[in-house]
């Protein structure tokens, strides 16, 4: 897995019929459970006035305000986003090159927007040097990750420090208790042994200082080393809590180096078991960078995912995954929550946004 960086111009629209963008109205940072690994028990409920608050869902659109510095709010719907020939989602509406084209990571309860001044400059932004006074997610990836996933031991003390002095910094609950496949991949960089493994697929949203919503692109993603793509082998899952779904980042998702996605394999068709014979239900992934929502008929603590079809990588033969988590869990009742949306919403006077919005595209859209 080689160290290049592949910018892809190339965009086709997301195909109609793609898993929606959301499954309601939700503030970015959404409500979440987070803390240290061994302790994510700290609750960050926000009010429509909470200056950590960058943006939202809402009705089918996805608003970002005052992004990375621009000084003004922009806002998308659906039909403003595209597929690069990488995998990834960028959406775009003319506001400035600088900002645009953004990748969107999102589905279920979660978008992180990363703009083009950081995903086409990986050195300085994604691969910089390590320096101790910053968290754990930075500086070259494997050095960050031993950090990282040696938090709740020996570096705990560090981390809550960094906690104190940057206003609140730590992991989001990912509700997982444990992870675990049949094979993990082993390969030498430089020098350095690195293992895919299983683990890799936990906690990946961060949150540090002000910044209370981070994608932990750190930890990379789980890839097996089987001979081949790995057909048969299976990812074991228990969960903190009884859940009715799971959500699953595919693939090799390094926003360092987008080229891995494609060049390496991801899942395409899965059978999911429910605990002690629950149900089995086959999913299949589109082929696009996304967090996928798998529903179950019932609520289980634990699952088995079956790797039963692949999307061939262009270089490697190795099946990759990012992320395996659970959406958060609701802080307070729904009807509660919709309010606040709502007062967020007639505080920056989005309903005004999509009225010019709805004017500039001819008084449509499509649902994100």
Known sequence: ??????????????????QPLSDG????????????????????????????????????YYFLDGYTGYGRTLVYSAM????????????SNGYNSSVEPLILLFGGDTI??????????PDENLLGKDYKSEP??????????????????EYTSQWSEGASSGGGSGLWDDGIQSIRAWSNLKETVK???????????????YQWGDAELNFNNASLFWAEGERGPGIGGTIEVEFKRKTDHVMVLNGAVDIARLNLYKDNNRLRRVLVKGGEGAFAIEYAFEDIVQFNKISFPEEVSKITITILDVYRGKKWDDTC???????QPPLRPRSEYEAVIETYIRLHGFDKLIE?????????KQEM
Request: glycine share 10%; proline share 6%; net charge positive.
């Open 25 to 60: 109205n939700f503030l970015i940072p959404v409500d979440h459970l987070w803390g240290l690994p061994k302790y994510l028990d700290l609750k960050s409920i926000y009010p429509a006035d909470y200056h950590a608050i960058y943006g939202a869902l809402y009705k089918g």
């Open 136 to 153: 754990y997610f930075v500086g070259g990836p494997e050095k960050a990750y031993e950090r990282f996933s040696r938090a709740d031991e």
């Open 356 to 364: 010019d919005y709805e004017k500039g595209h001819g008084g449509k």
């Open 112 to 121: 992180i927007p990363v703009g083009k001044a950081i995903y086409s400059k």
């Open 191 to 205: 020098g350095m042994t690195i293992t895919y493994e299983a683990k890799r697929m936990r906690f990946p949203f």
């Open 321 to 327: 995954v990012a992320a395996i988590f659970l959406k």
């Open 1 to 18: 897995m080689k160290r290049i960086v592949l910018i892809c111009a190339f965009l086709l629209p997301v195909l109609a019929g793609a």
């Open 80 to 91: 403003d986003v595209q597929q690069g020939d990488d995998g990834y989602c960028y959406v």
